[in-house]
């Protein structure tokens, strides 16, 4: 290659330098490895933790491993929204999270406004029922405040949406959610 030419001709030209022996030797630095993550509030720091851990125990050549996490934008209109900010419940593309009074927990992800989503969710009659309407019609007396879900993440992707649904079921262990992930998360490659 042309930098290995290079490197080669300024190399021969140079003259060798003989050491002096009362020079301390020079330590060569561990190598770096930047890695970029998506961001997650709370998680992040833990895949951080887990991933120096293991290194710390497993490399014996002692790389440096830098973490980036970045919330994955790719585009410029990942970046802002050229649009203003509509209504809640017309909001699509979203990881959304909803409570009930007795405290079950259910996450979800929709690609559709959350005005639809939390429809189906309300249904408690017929057949095909959510998780979060099938609690609710065992449980006539709890409720469940479909008109403010909080919104845990959004995508323009489907699949970062499923990625992001799986993260936020695996950090809160949500009770409703009859599924352990939407999309199989795996860390190392073994």
Known sequence: SFIGKFLNRKRESTPAVVPDPEVRAIQVE???VFCRLPFI?????KVQKTIRGFLGKYDPTGTKFKLIFLDNCSYLGD????KDKGP????????YHLTCSCGEQ???ETERNLVERME???????AG???VGEHLRANPDHTVDFQSPKVL?????HHKLLIKEALYIQQHQPSLNSQVWSKKLYVFNV
């Open 30 to 32: 561990p190598r770096k």
């Open 41 to 45: 509030d709370g998680m992040s720091q």
């Open 79 to 82: 970046r802002f929204s050229f």
């Open 88 to 95: 809640l419940l017309m909001r699509s593309n979203v990881v």
């Open 106 to 108: 259910y996450i979800g």
């Open 120 to 126: 189906e969710h309300a249904r408690t009659e017929g």
């Open 129 to 131: 029922l959510s998780a």
């Open 153 to 157: 993440g959004t995508s323009p992707y």
